[in-house]
């Protein structure tokens, strides 16, 4: 299994680290390729992870707490079509949270009318920060269907769930009412740009 180190364990946004978890056989092949691509961890980059572990929990743990509480006001929002969060009743169908997962972590994605909405809302945020990542201090925001998916044709959009109204959301550790108060304004100044459209068209 591999997993990025450069997020939650990192957690700062200020270092690029991977971990692999494997068998002893696996982790002989593994290192062979990494002696010959010279792919090995810095020092400074160790520290940094090093520095990041012993508050990992604490920050995991005060994130989807706030993370939580924006979920439930989303999915009670107007201009939210739906919303994407396993902390929410109903969408742990398979019971992952609690046996594989502790909690349902600081990841969310939610829906909204378009990609002109979408868009709005991503140019209105002020305190949350669009990028593309997660597990970081600060909150961040992106919009896959103009950034990460927009080369990716429509048909493929579809099988995967990226709809053009989607946003991830990646929570951190502000103040989870400031989070709430910036995401509101932009919601709110998001469906006003809508109507607008919508009387104009």
Do not use: C
Not at 31 to 42: A, D, E, M, W, Y
Not at 44 to 62: E, I, K, M, N
């Amino acid at each position: 299994m591999s997993s990025s180190a450069t997020k939650f364990i990192g957690g700062h946004g200020d270092v690029l680290a991977g971990v692999v978890a494997t068998s002893a056989e696996w982790a002989t092949e593994l290192r062979k390729v990494r002696v010959i691509t010279g792919s090995v961890l810095h020092p400074l980059a160790a520290y940094l992870l090093h520095r990041g572990l012993p508050t990992l929990s604490l920050r995991v743990r005060a994130a989807q707490e706030s993370a939580h509480q924006i979920a439930l006001k989303l999915q009670a929002h107007p201009a939210v079509r739906a919303v994407y969060y396993p902390g929410l009743k109903g969408q742990d169908p398979h019971g992952v949270v609690g046996t594989q997962m502790r909690g349902p972590g600081s990841l969310m994605a939610f829906e909204v009318d378009s990609f002109e909405v979408a868009s709005a809302v991503m140019a209105n945020v002020k305190l949350m920060t669009p990028a593309v990542s997660l597990g970081s201090v600060d909150t961040l925001i992106q919009h896959p269907a103009a950034l990460t998916h927009r080369v990716v044709n429509a048909e493929a959009k579809a099988l995967s769930g990226i709809g053009e109204g989607l946003l991830r959301l990646s929570v951190g550790l502000e103040s989870p009412e400031d989070l709430w108060a910036d995401l509101e304004q932009a919601l709110v100044k998001a469906m006003a740009i809508a109507s607008v459209s919508a009387g104009t068209a």
